[in-house]
């Protein structure tokens, strides 16, 4: 069975900082997928990044960077130059190729000082 | 416009009472799931349909039906509600089953 492990259940950052939230996952496929979601106070759940395992080149979207180790099954996200923003709940997904089953980890509560 | 709304955003009920949860998407996706996180914040997937049909049916129990009446509508309707079943319910949709999924804003359900 695949999971998902989110190992900070919190985390926080001074505003304009960059934080690294962890992510490893355990699965013996080896064509998936893996996200990234935020979700603000308001509920609602936003993709942030996603990666696709064939692909070696980490994926970026503006300050939102990951780190993938496919050996390894890690999956971290960089926040650079952190905004006020950014505090949310962040969820780590793993989703297996031709298969709509995404399992999400527990998540890690992000909080951005000013 | 909304891609994928959910309707009603807050559900107040009693113990044993009949509900649902409807939830839309404009996306022209193939794909719809439904989600339940808990008070925990930890996120299961519930149900998921594929051109009407249901894909995956995990350890839920059968007070809680899916229905989807065309491609862009699956709504979840719960039978005999119980106080455990106080959760946000998220549903989302996708292109193809193994592609990007988006959520709606999610419905915040309280059984006393």
């Known amino acids: 069975a695949q999971t998902v492990t989110q190992s900070q259940p919190e985390m926080s950052v001074q505003e304009a900082e960059t934080v690294t939230l962890s992510c490893t996952y355990d699965t013996s496929e080896s064509d998936y997928y893996l996200f990234w979601y935020k979700q603000p106070p308001s509920r609602q759940m936003i993709l942030v990044i996603r990666q696709e395992a064939y692909k070696q080149q980490n994926a970026t979207e503006n300050r939102f960077s990951v780190n993938f180790q496919k050996a390894a099954k890690s999956f971290s996200l960089k926040i650079s130059d952190s905004q006020l923003g950014d505090a949310a709940m962040y969820f780590c997904a793993y989703q297996p190729y031709n298969n709509n089953d995404m399992r999400f980890g527990a998540g890690t509560r992000l909080t951005v000082k000013p | 416009d909304t891609a994928v709304s959910q309707t009603p955003k807050y559900l107040v009920t009693q113990m044993e009472n009949d509900k649902s949860i409807k939830c839309e998407q404009n996306l022209g996706h193939d794909t719809m799931y439904w989600y339940k996180q808990d008070s925990k914040k930890f996120l299961k997937i519930m149900f998921s349909y594929n051109n009407k049909e249901l894909i995956i049916n995990e350890t839920v129990p059968n007070r809680f039906s899916p229905k989807s009446p065309d491609k862009a509508h699956l709504n979840l309707h719960i039978n005999s509600l119980e106080l455990g079943d106080s959760a946000v319910y998220f549903c989302?949709?996708?292109?193809?089953?193994?592609?990007?999924?988006?959520f709606g804003p999610g419905t915040r359900l309280l059984v006393l």
């Open positions: 989302a949709s996708s292109r193809q089953g193994f592609e990007t999924q988006y």
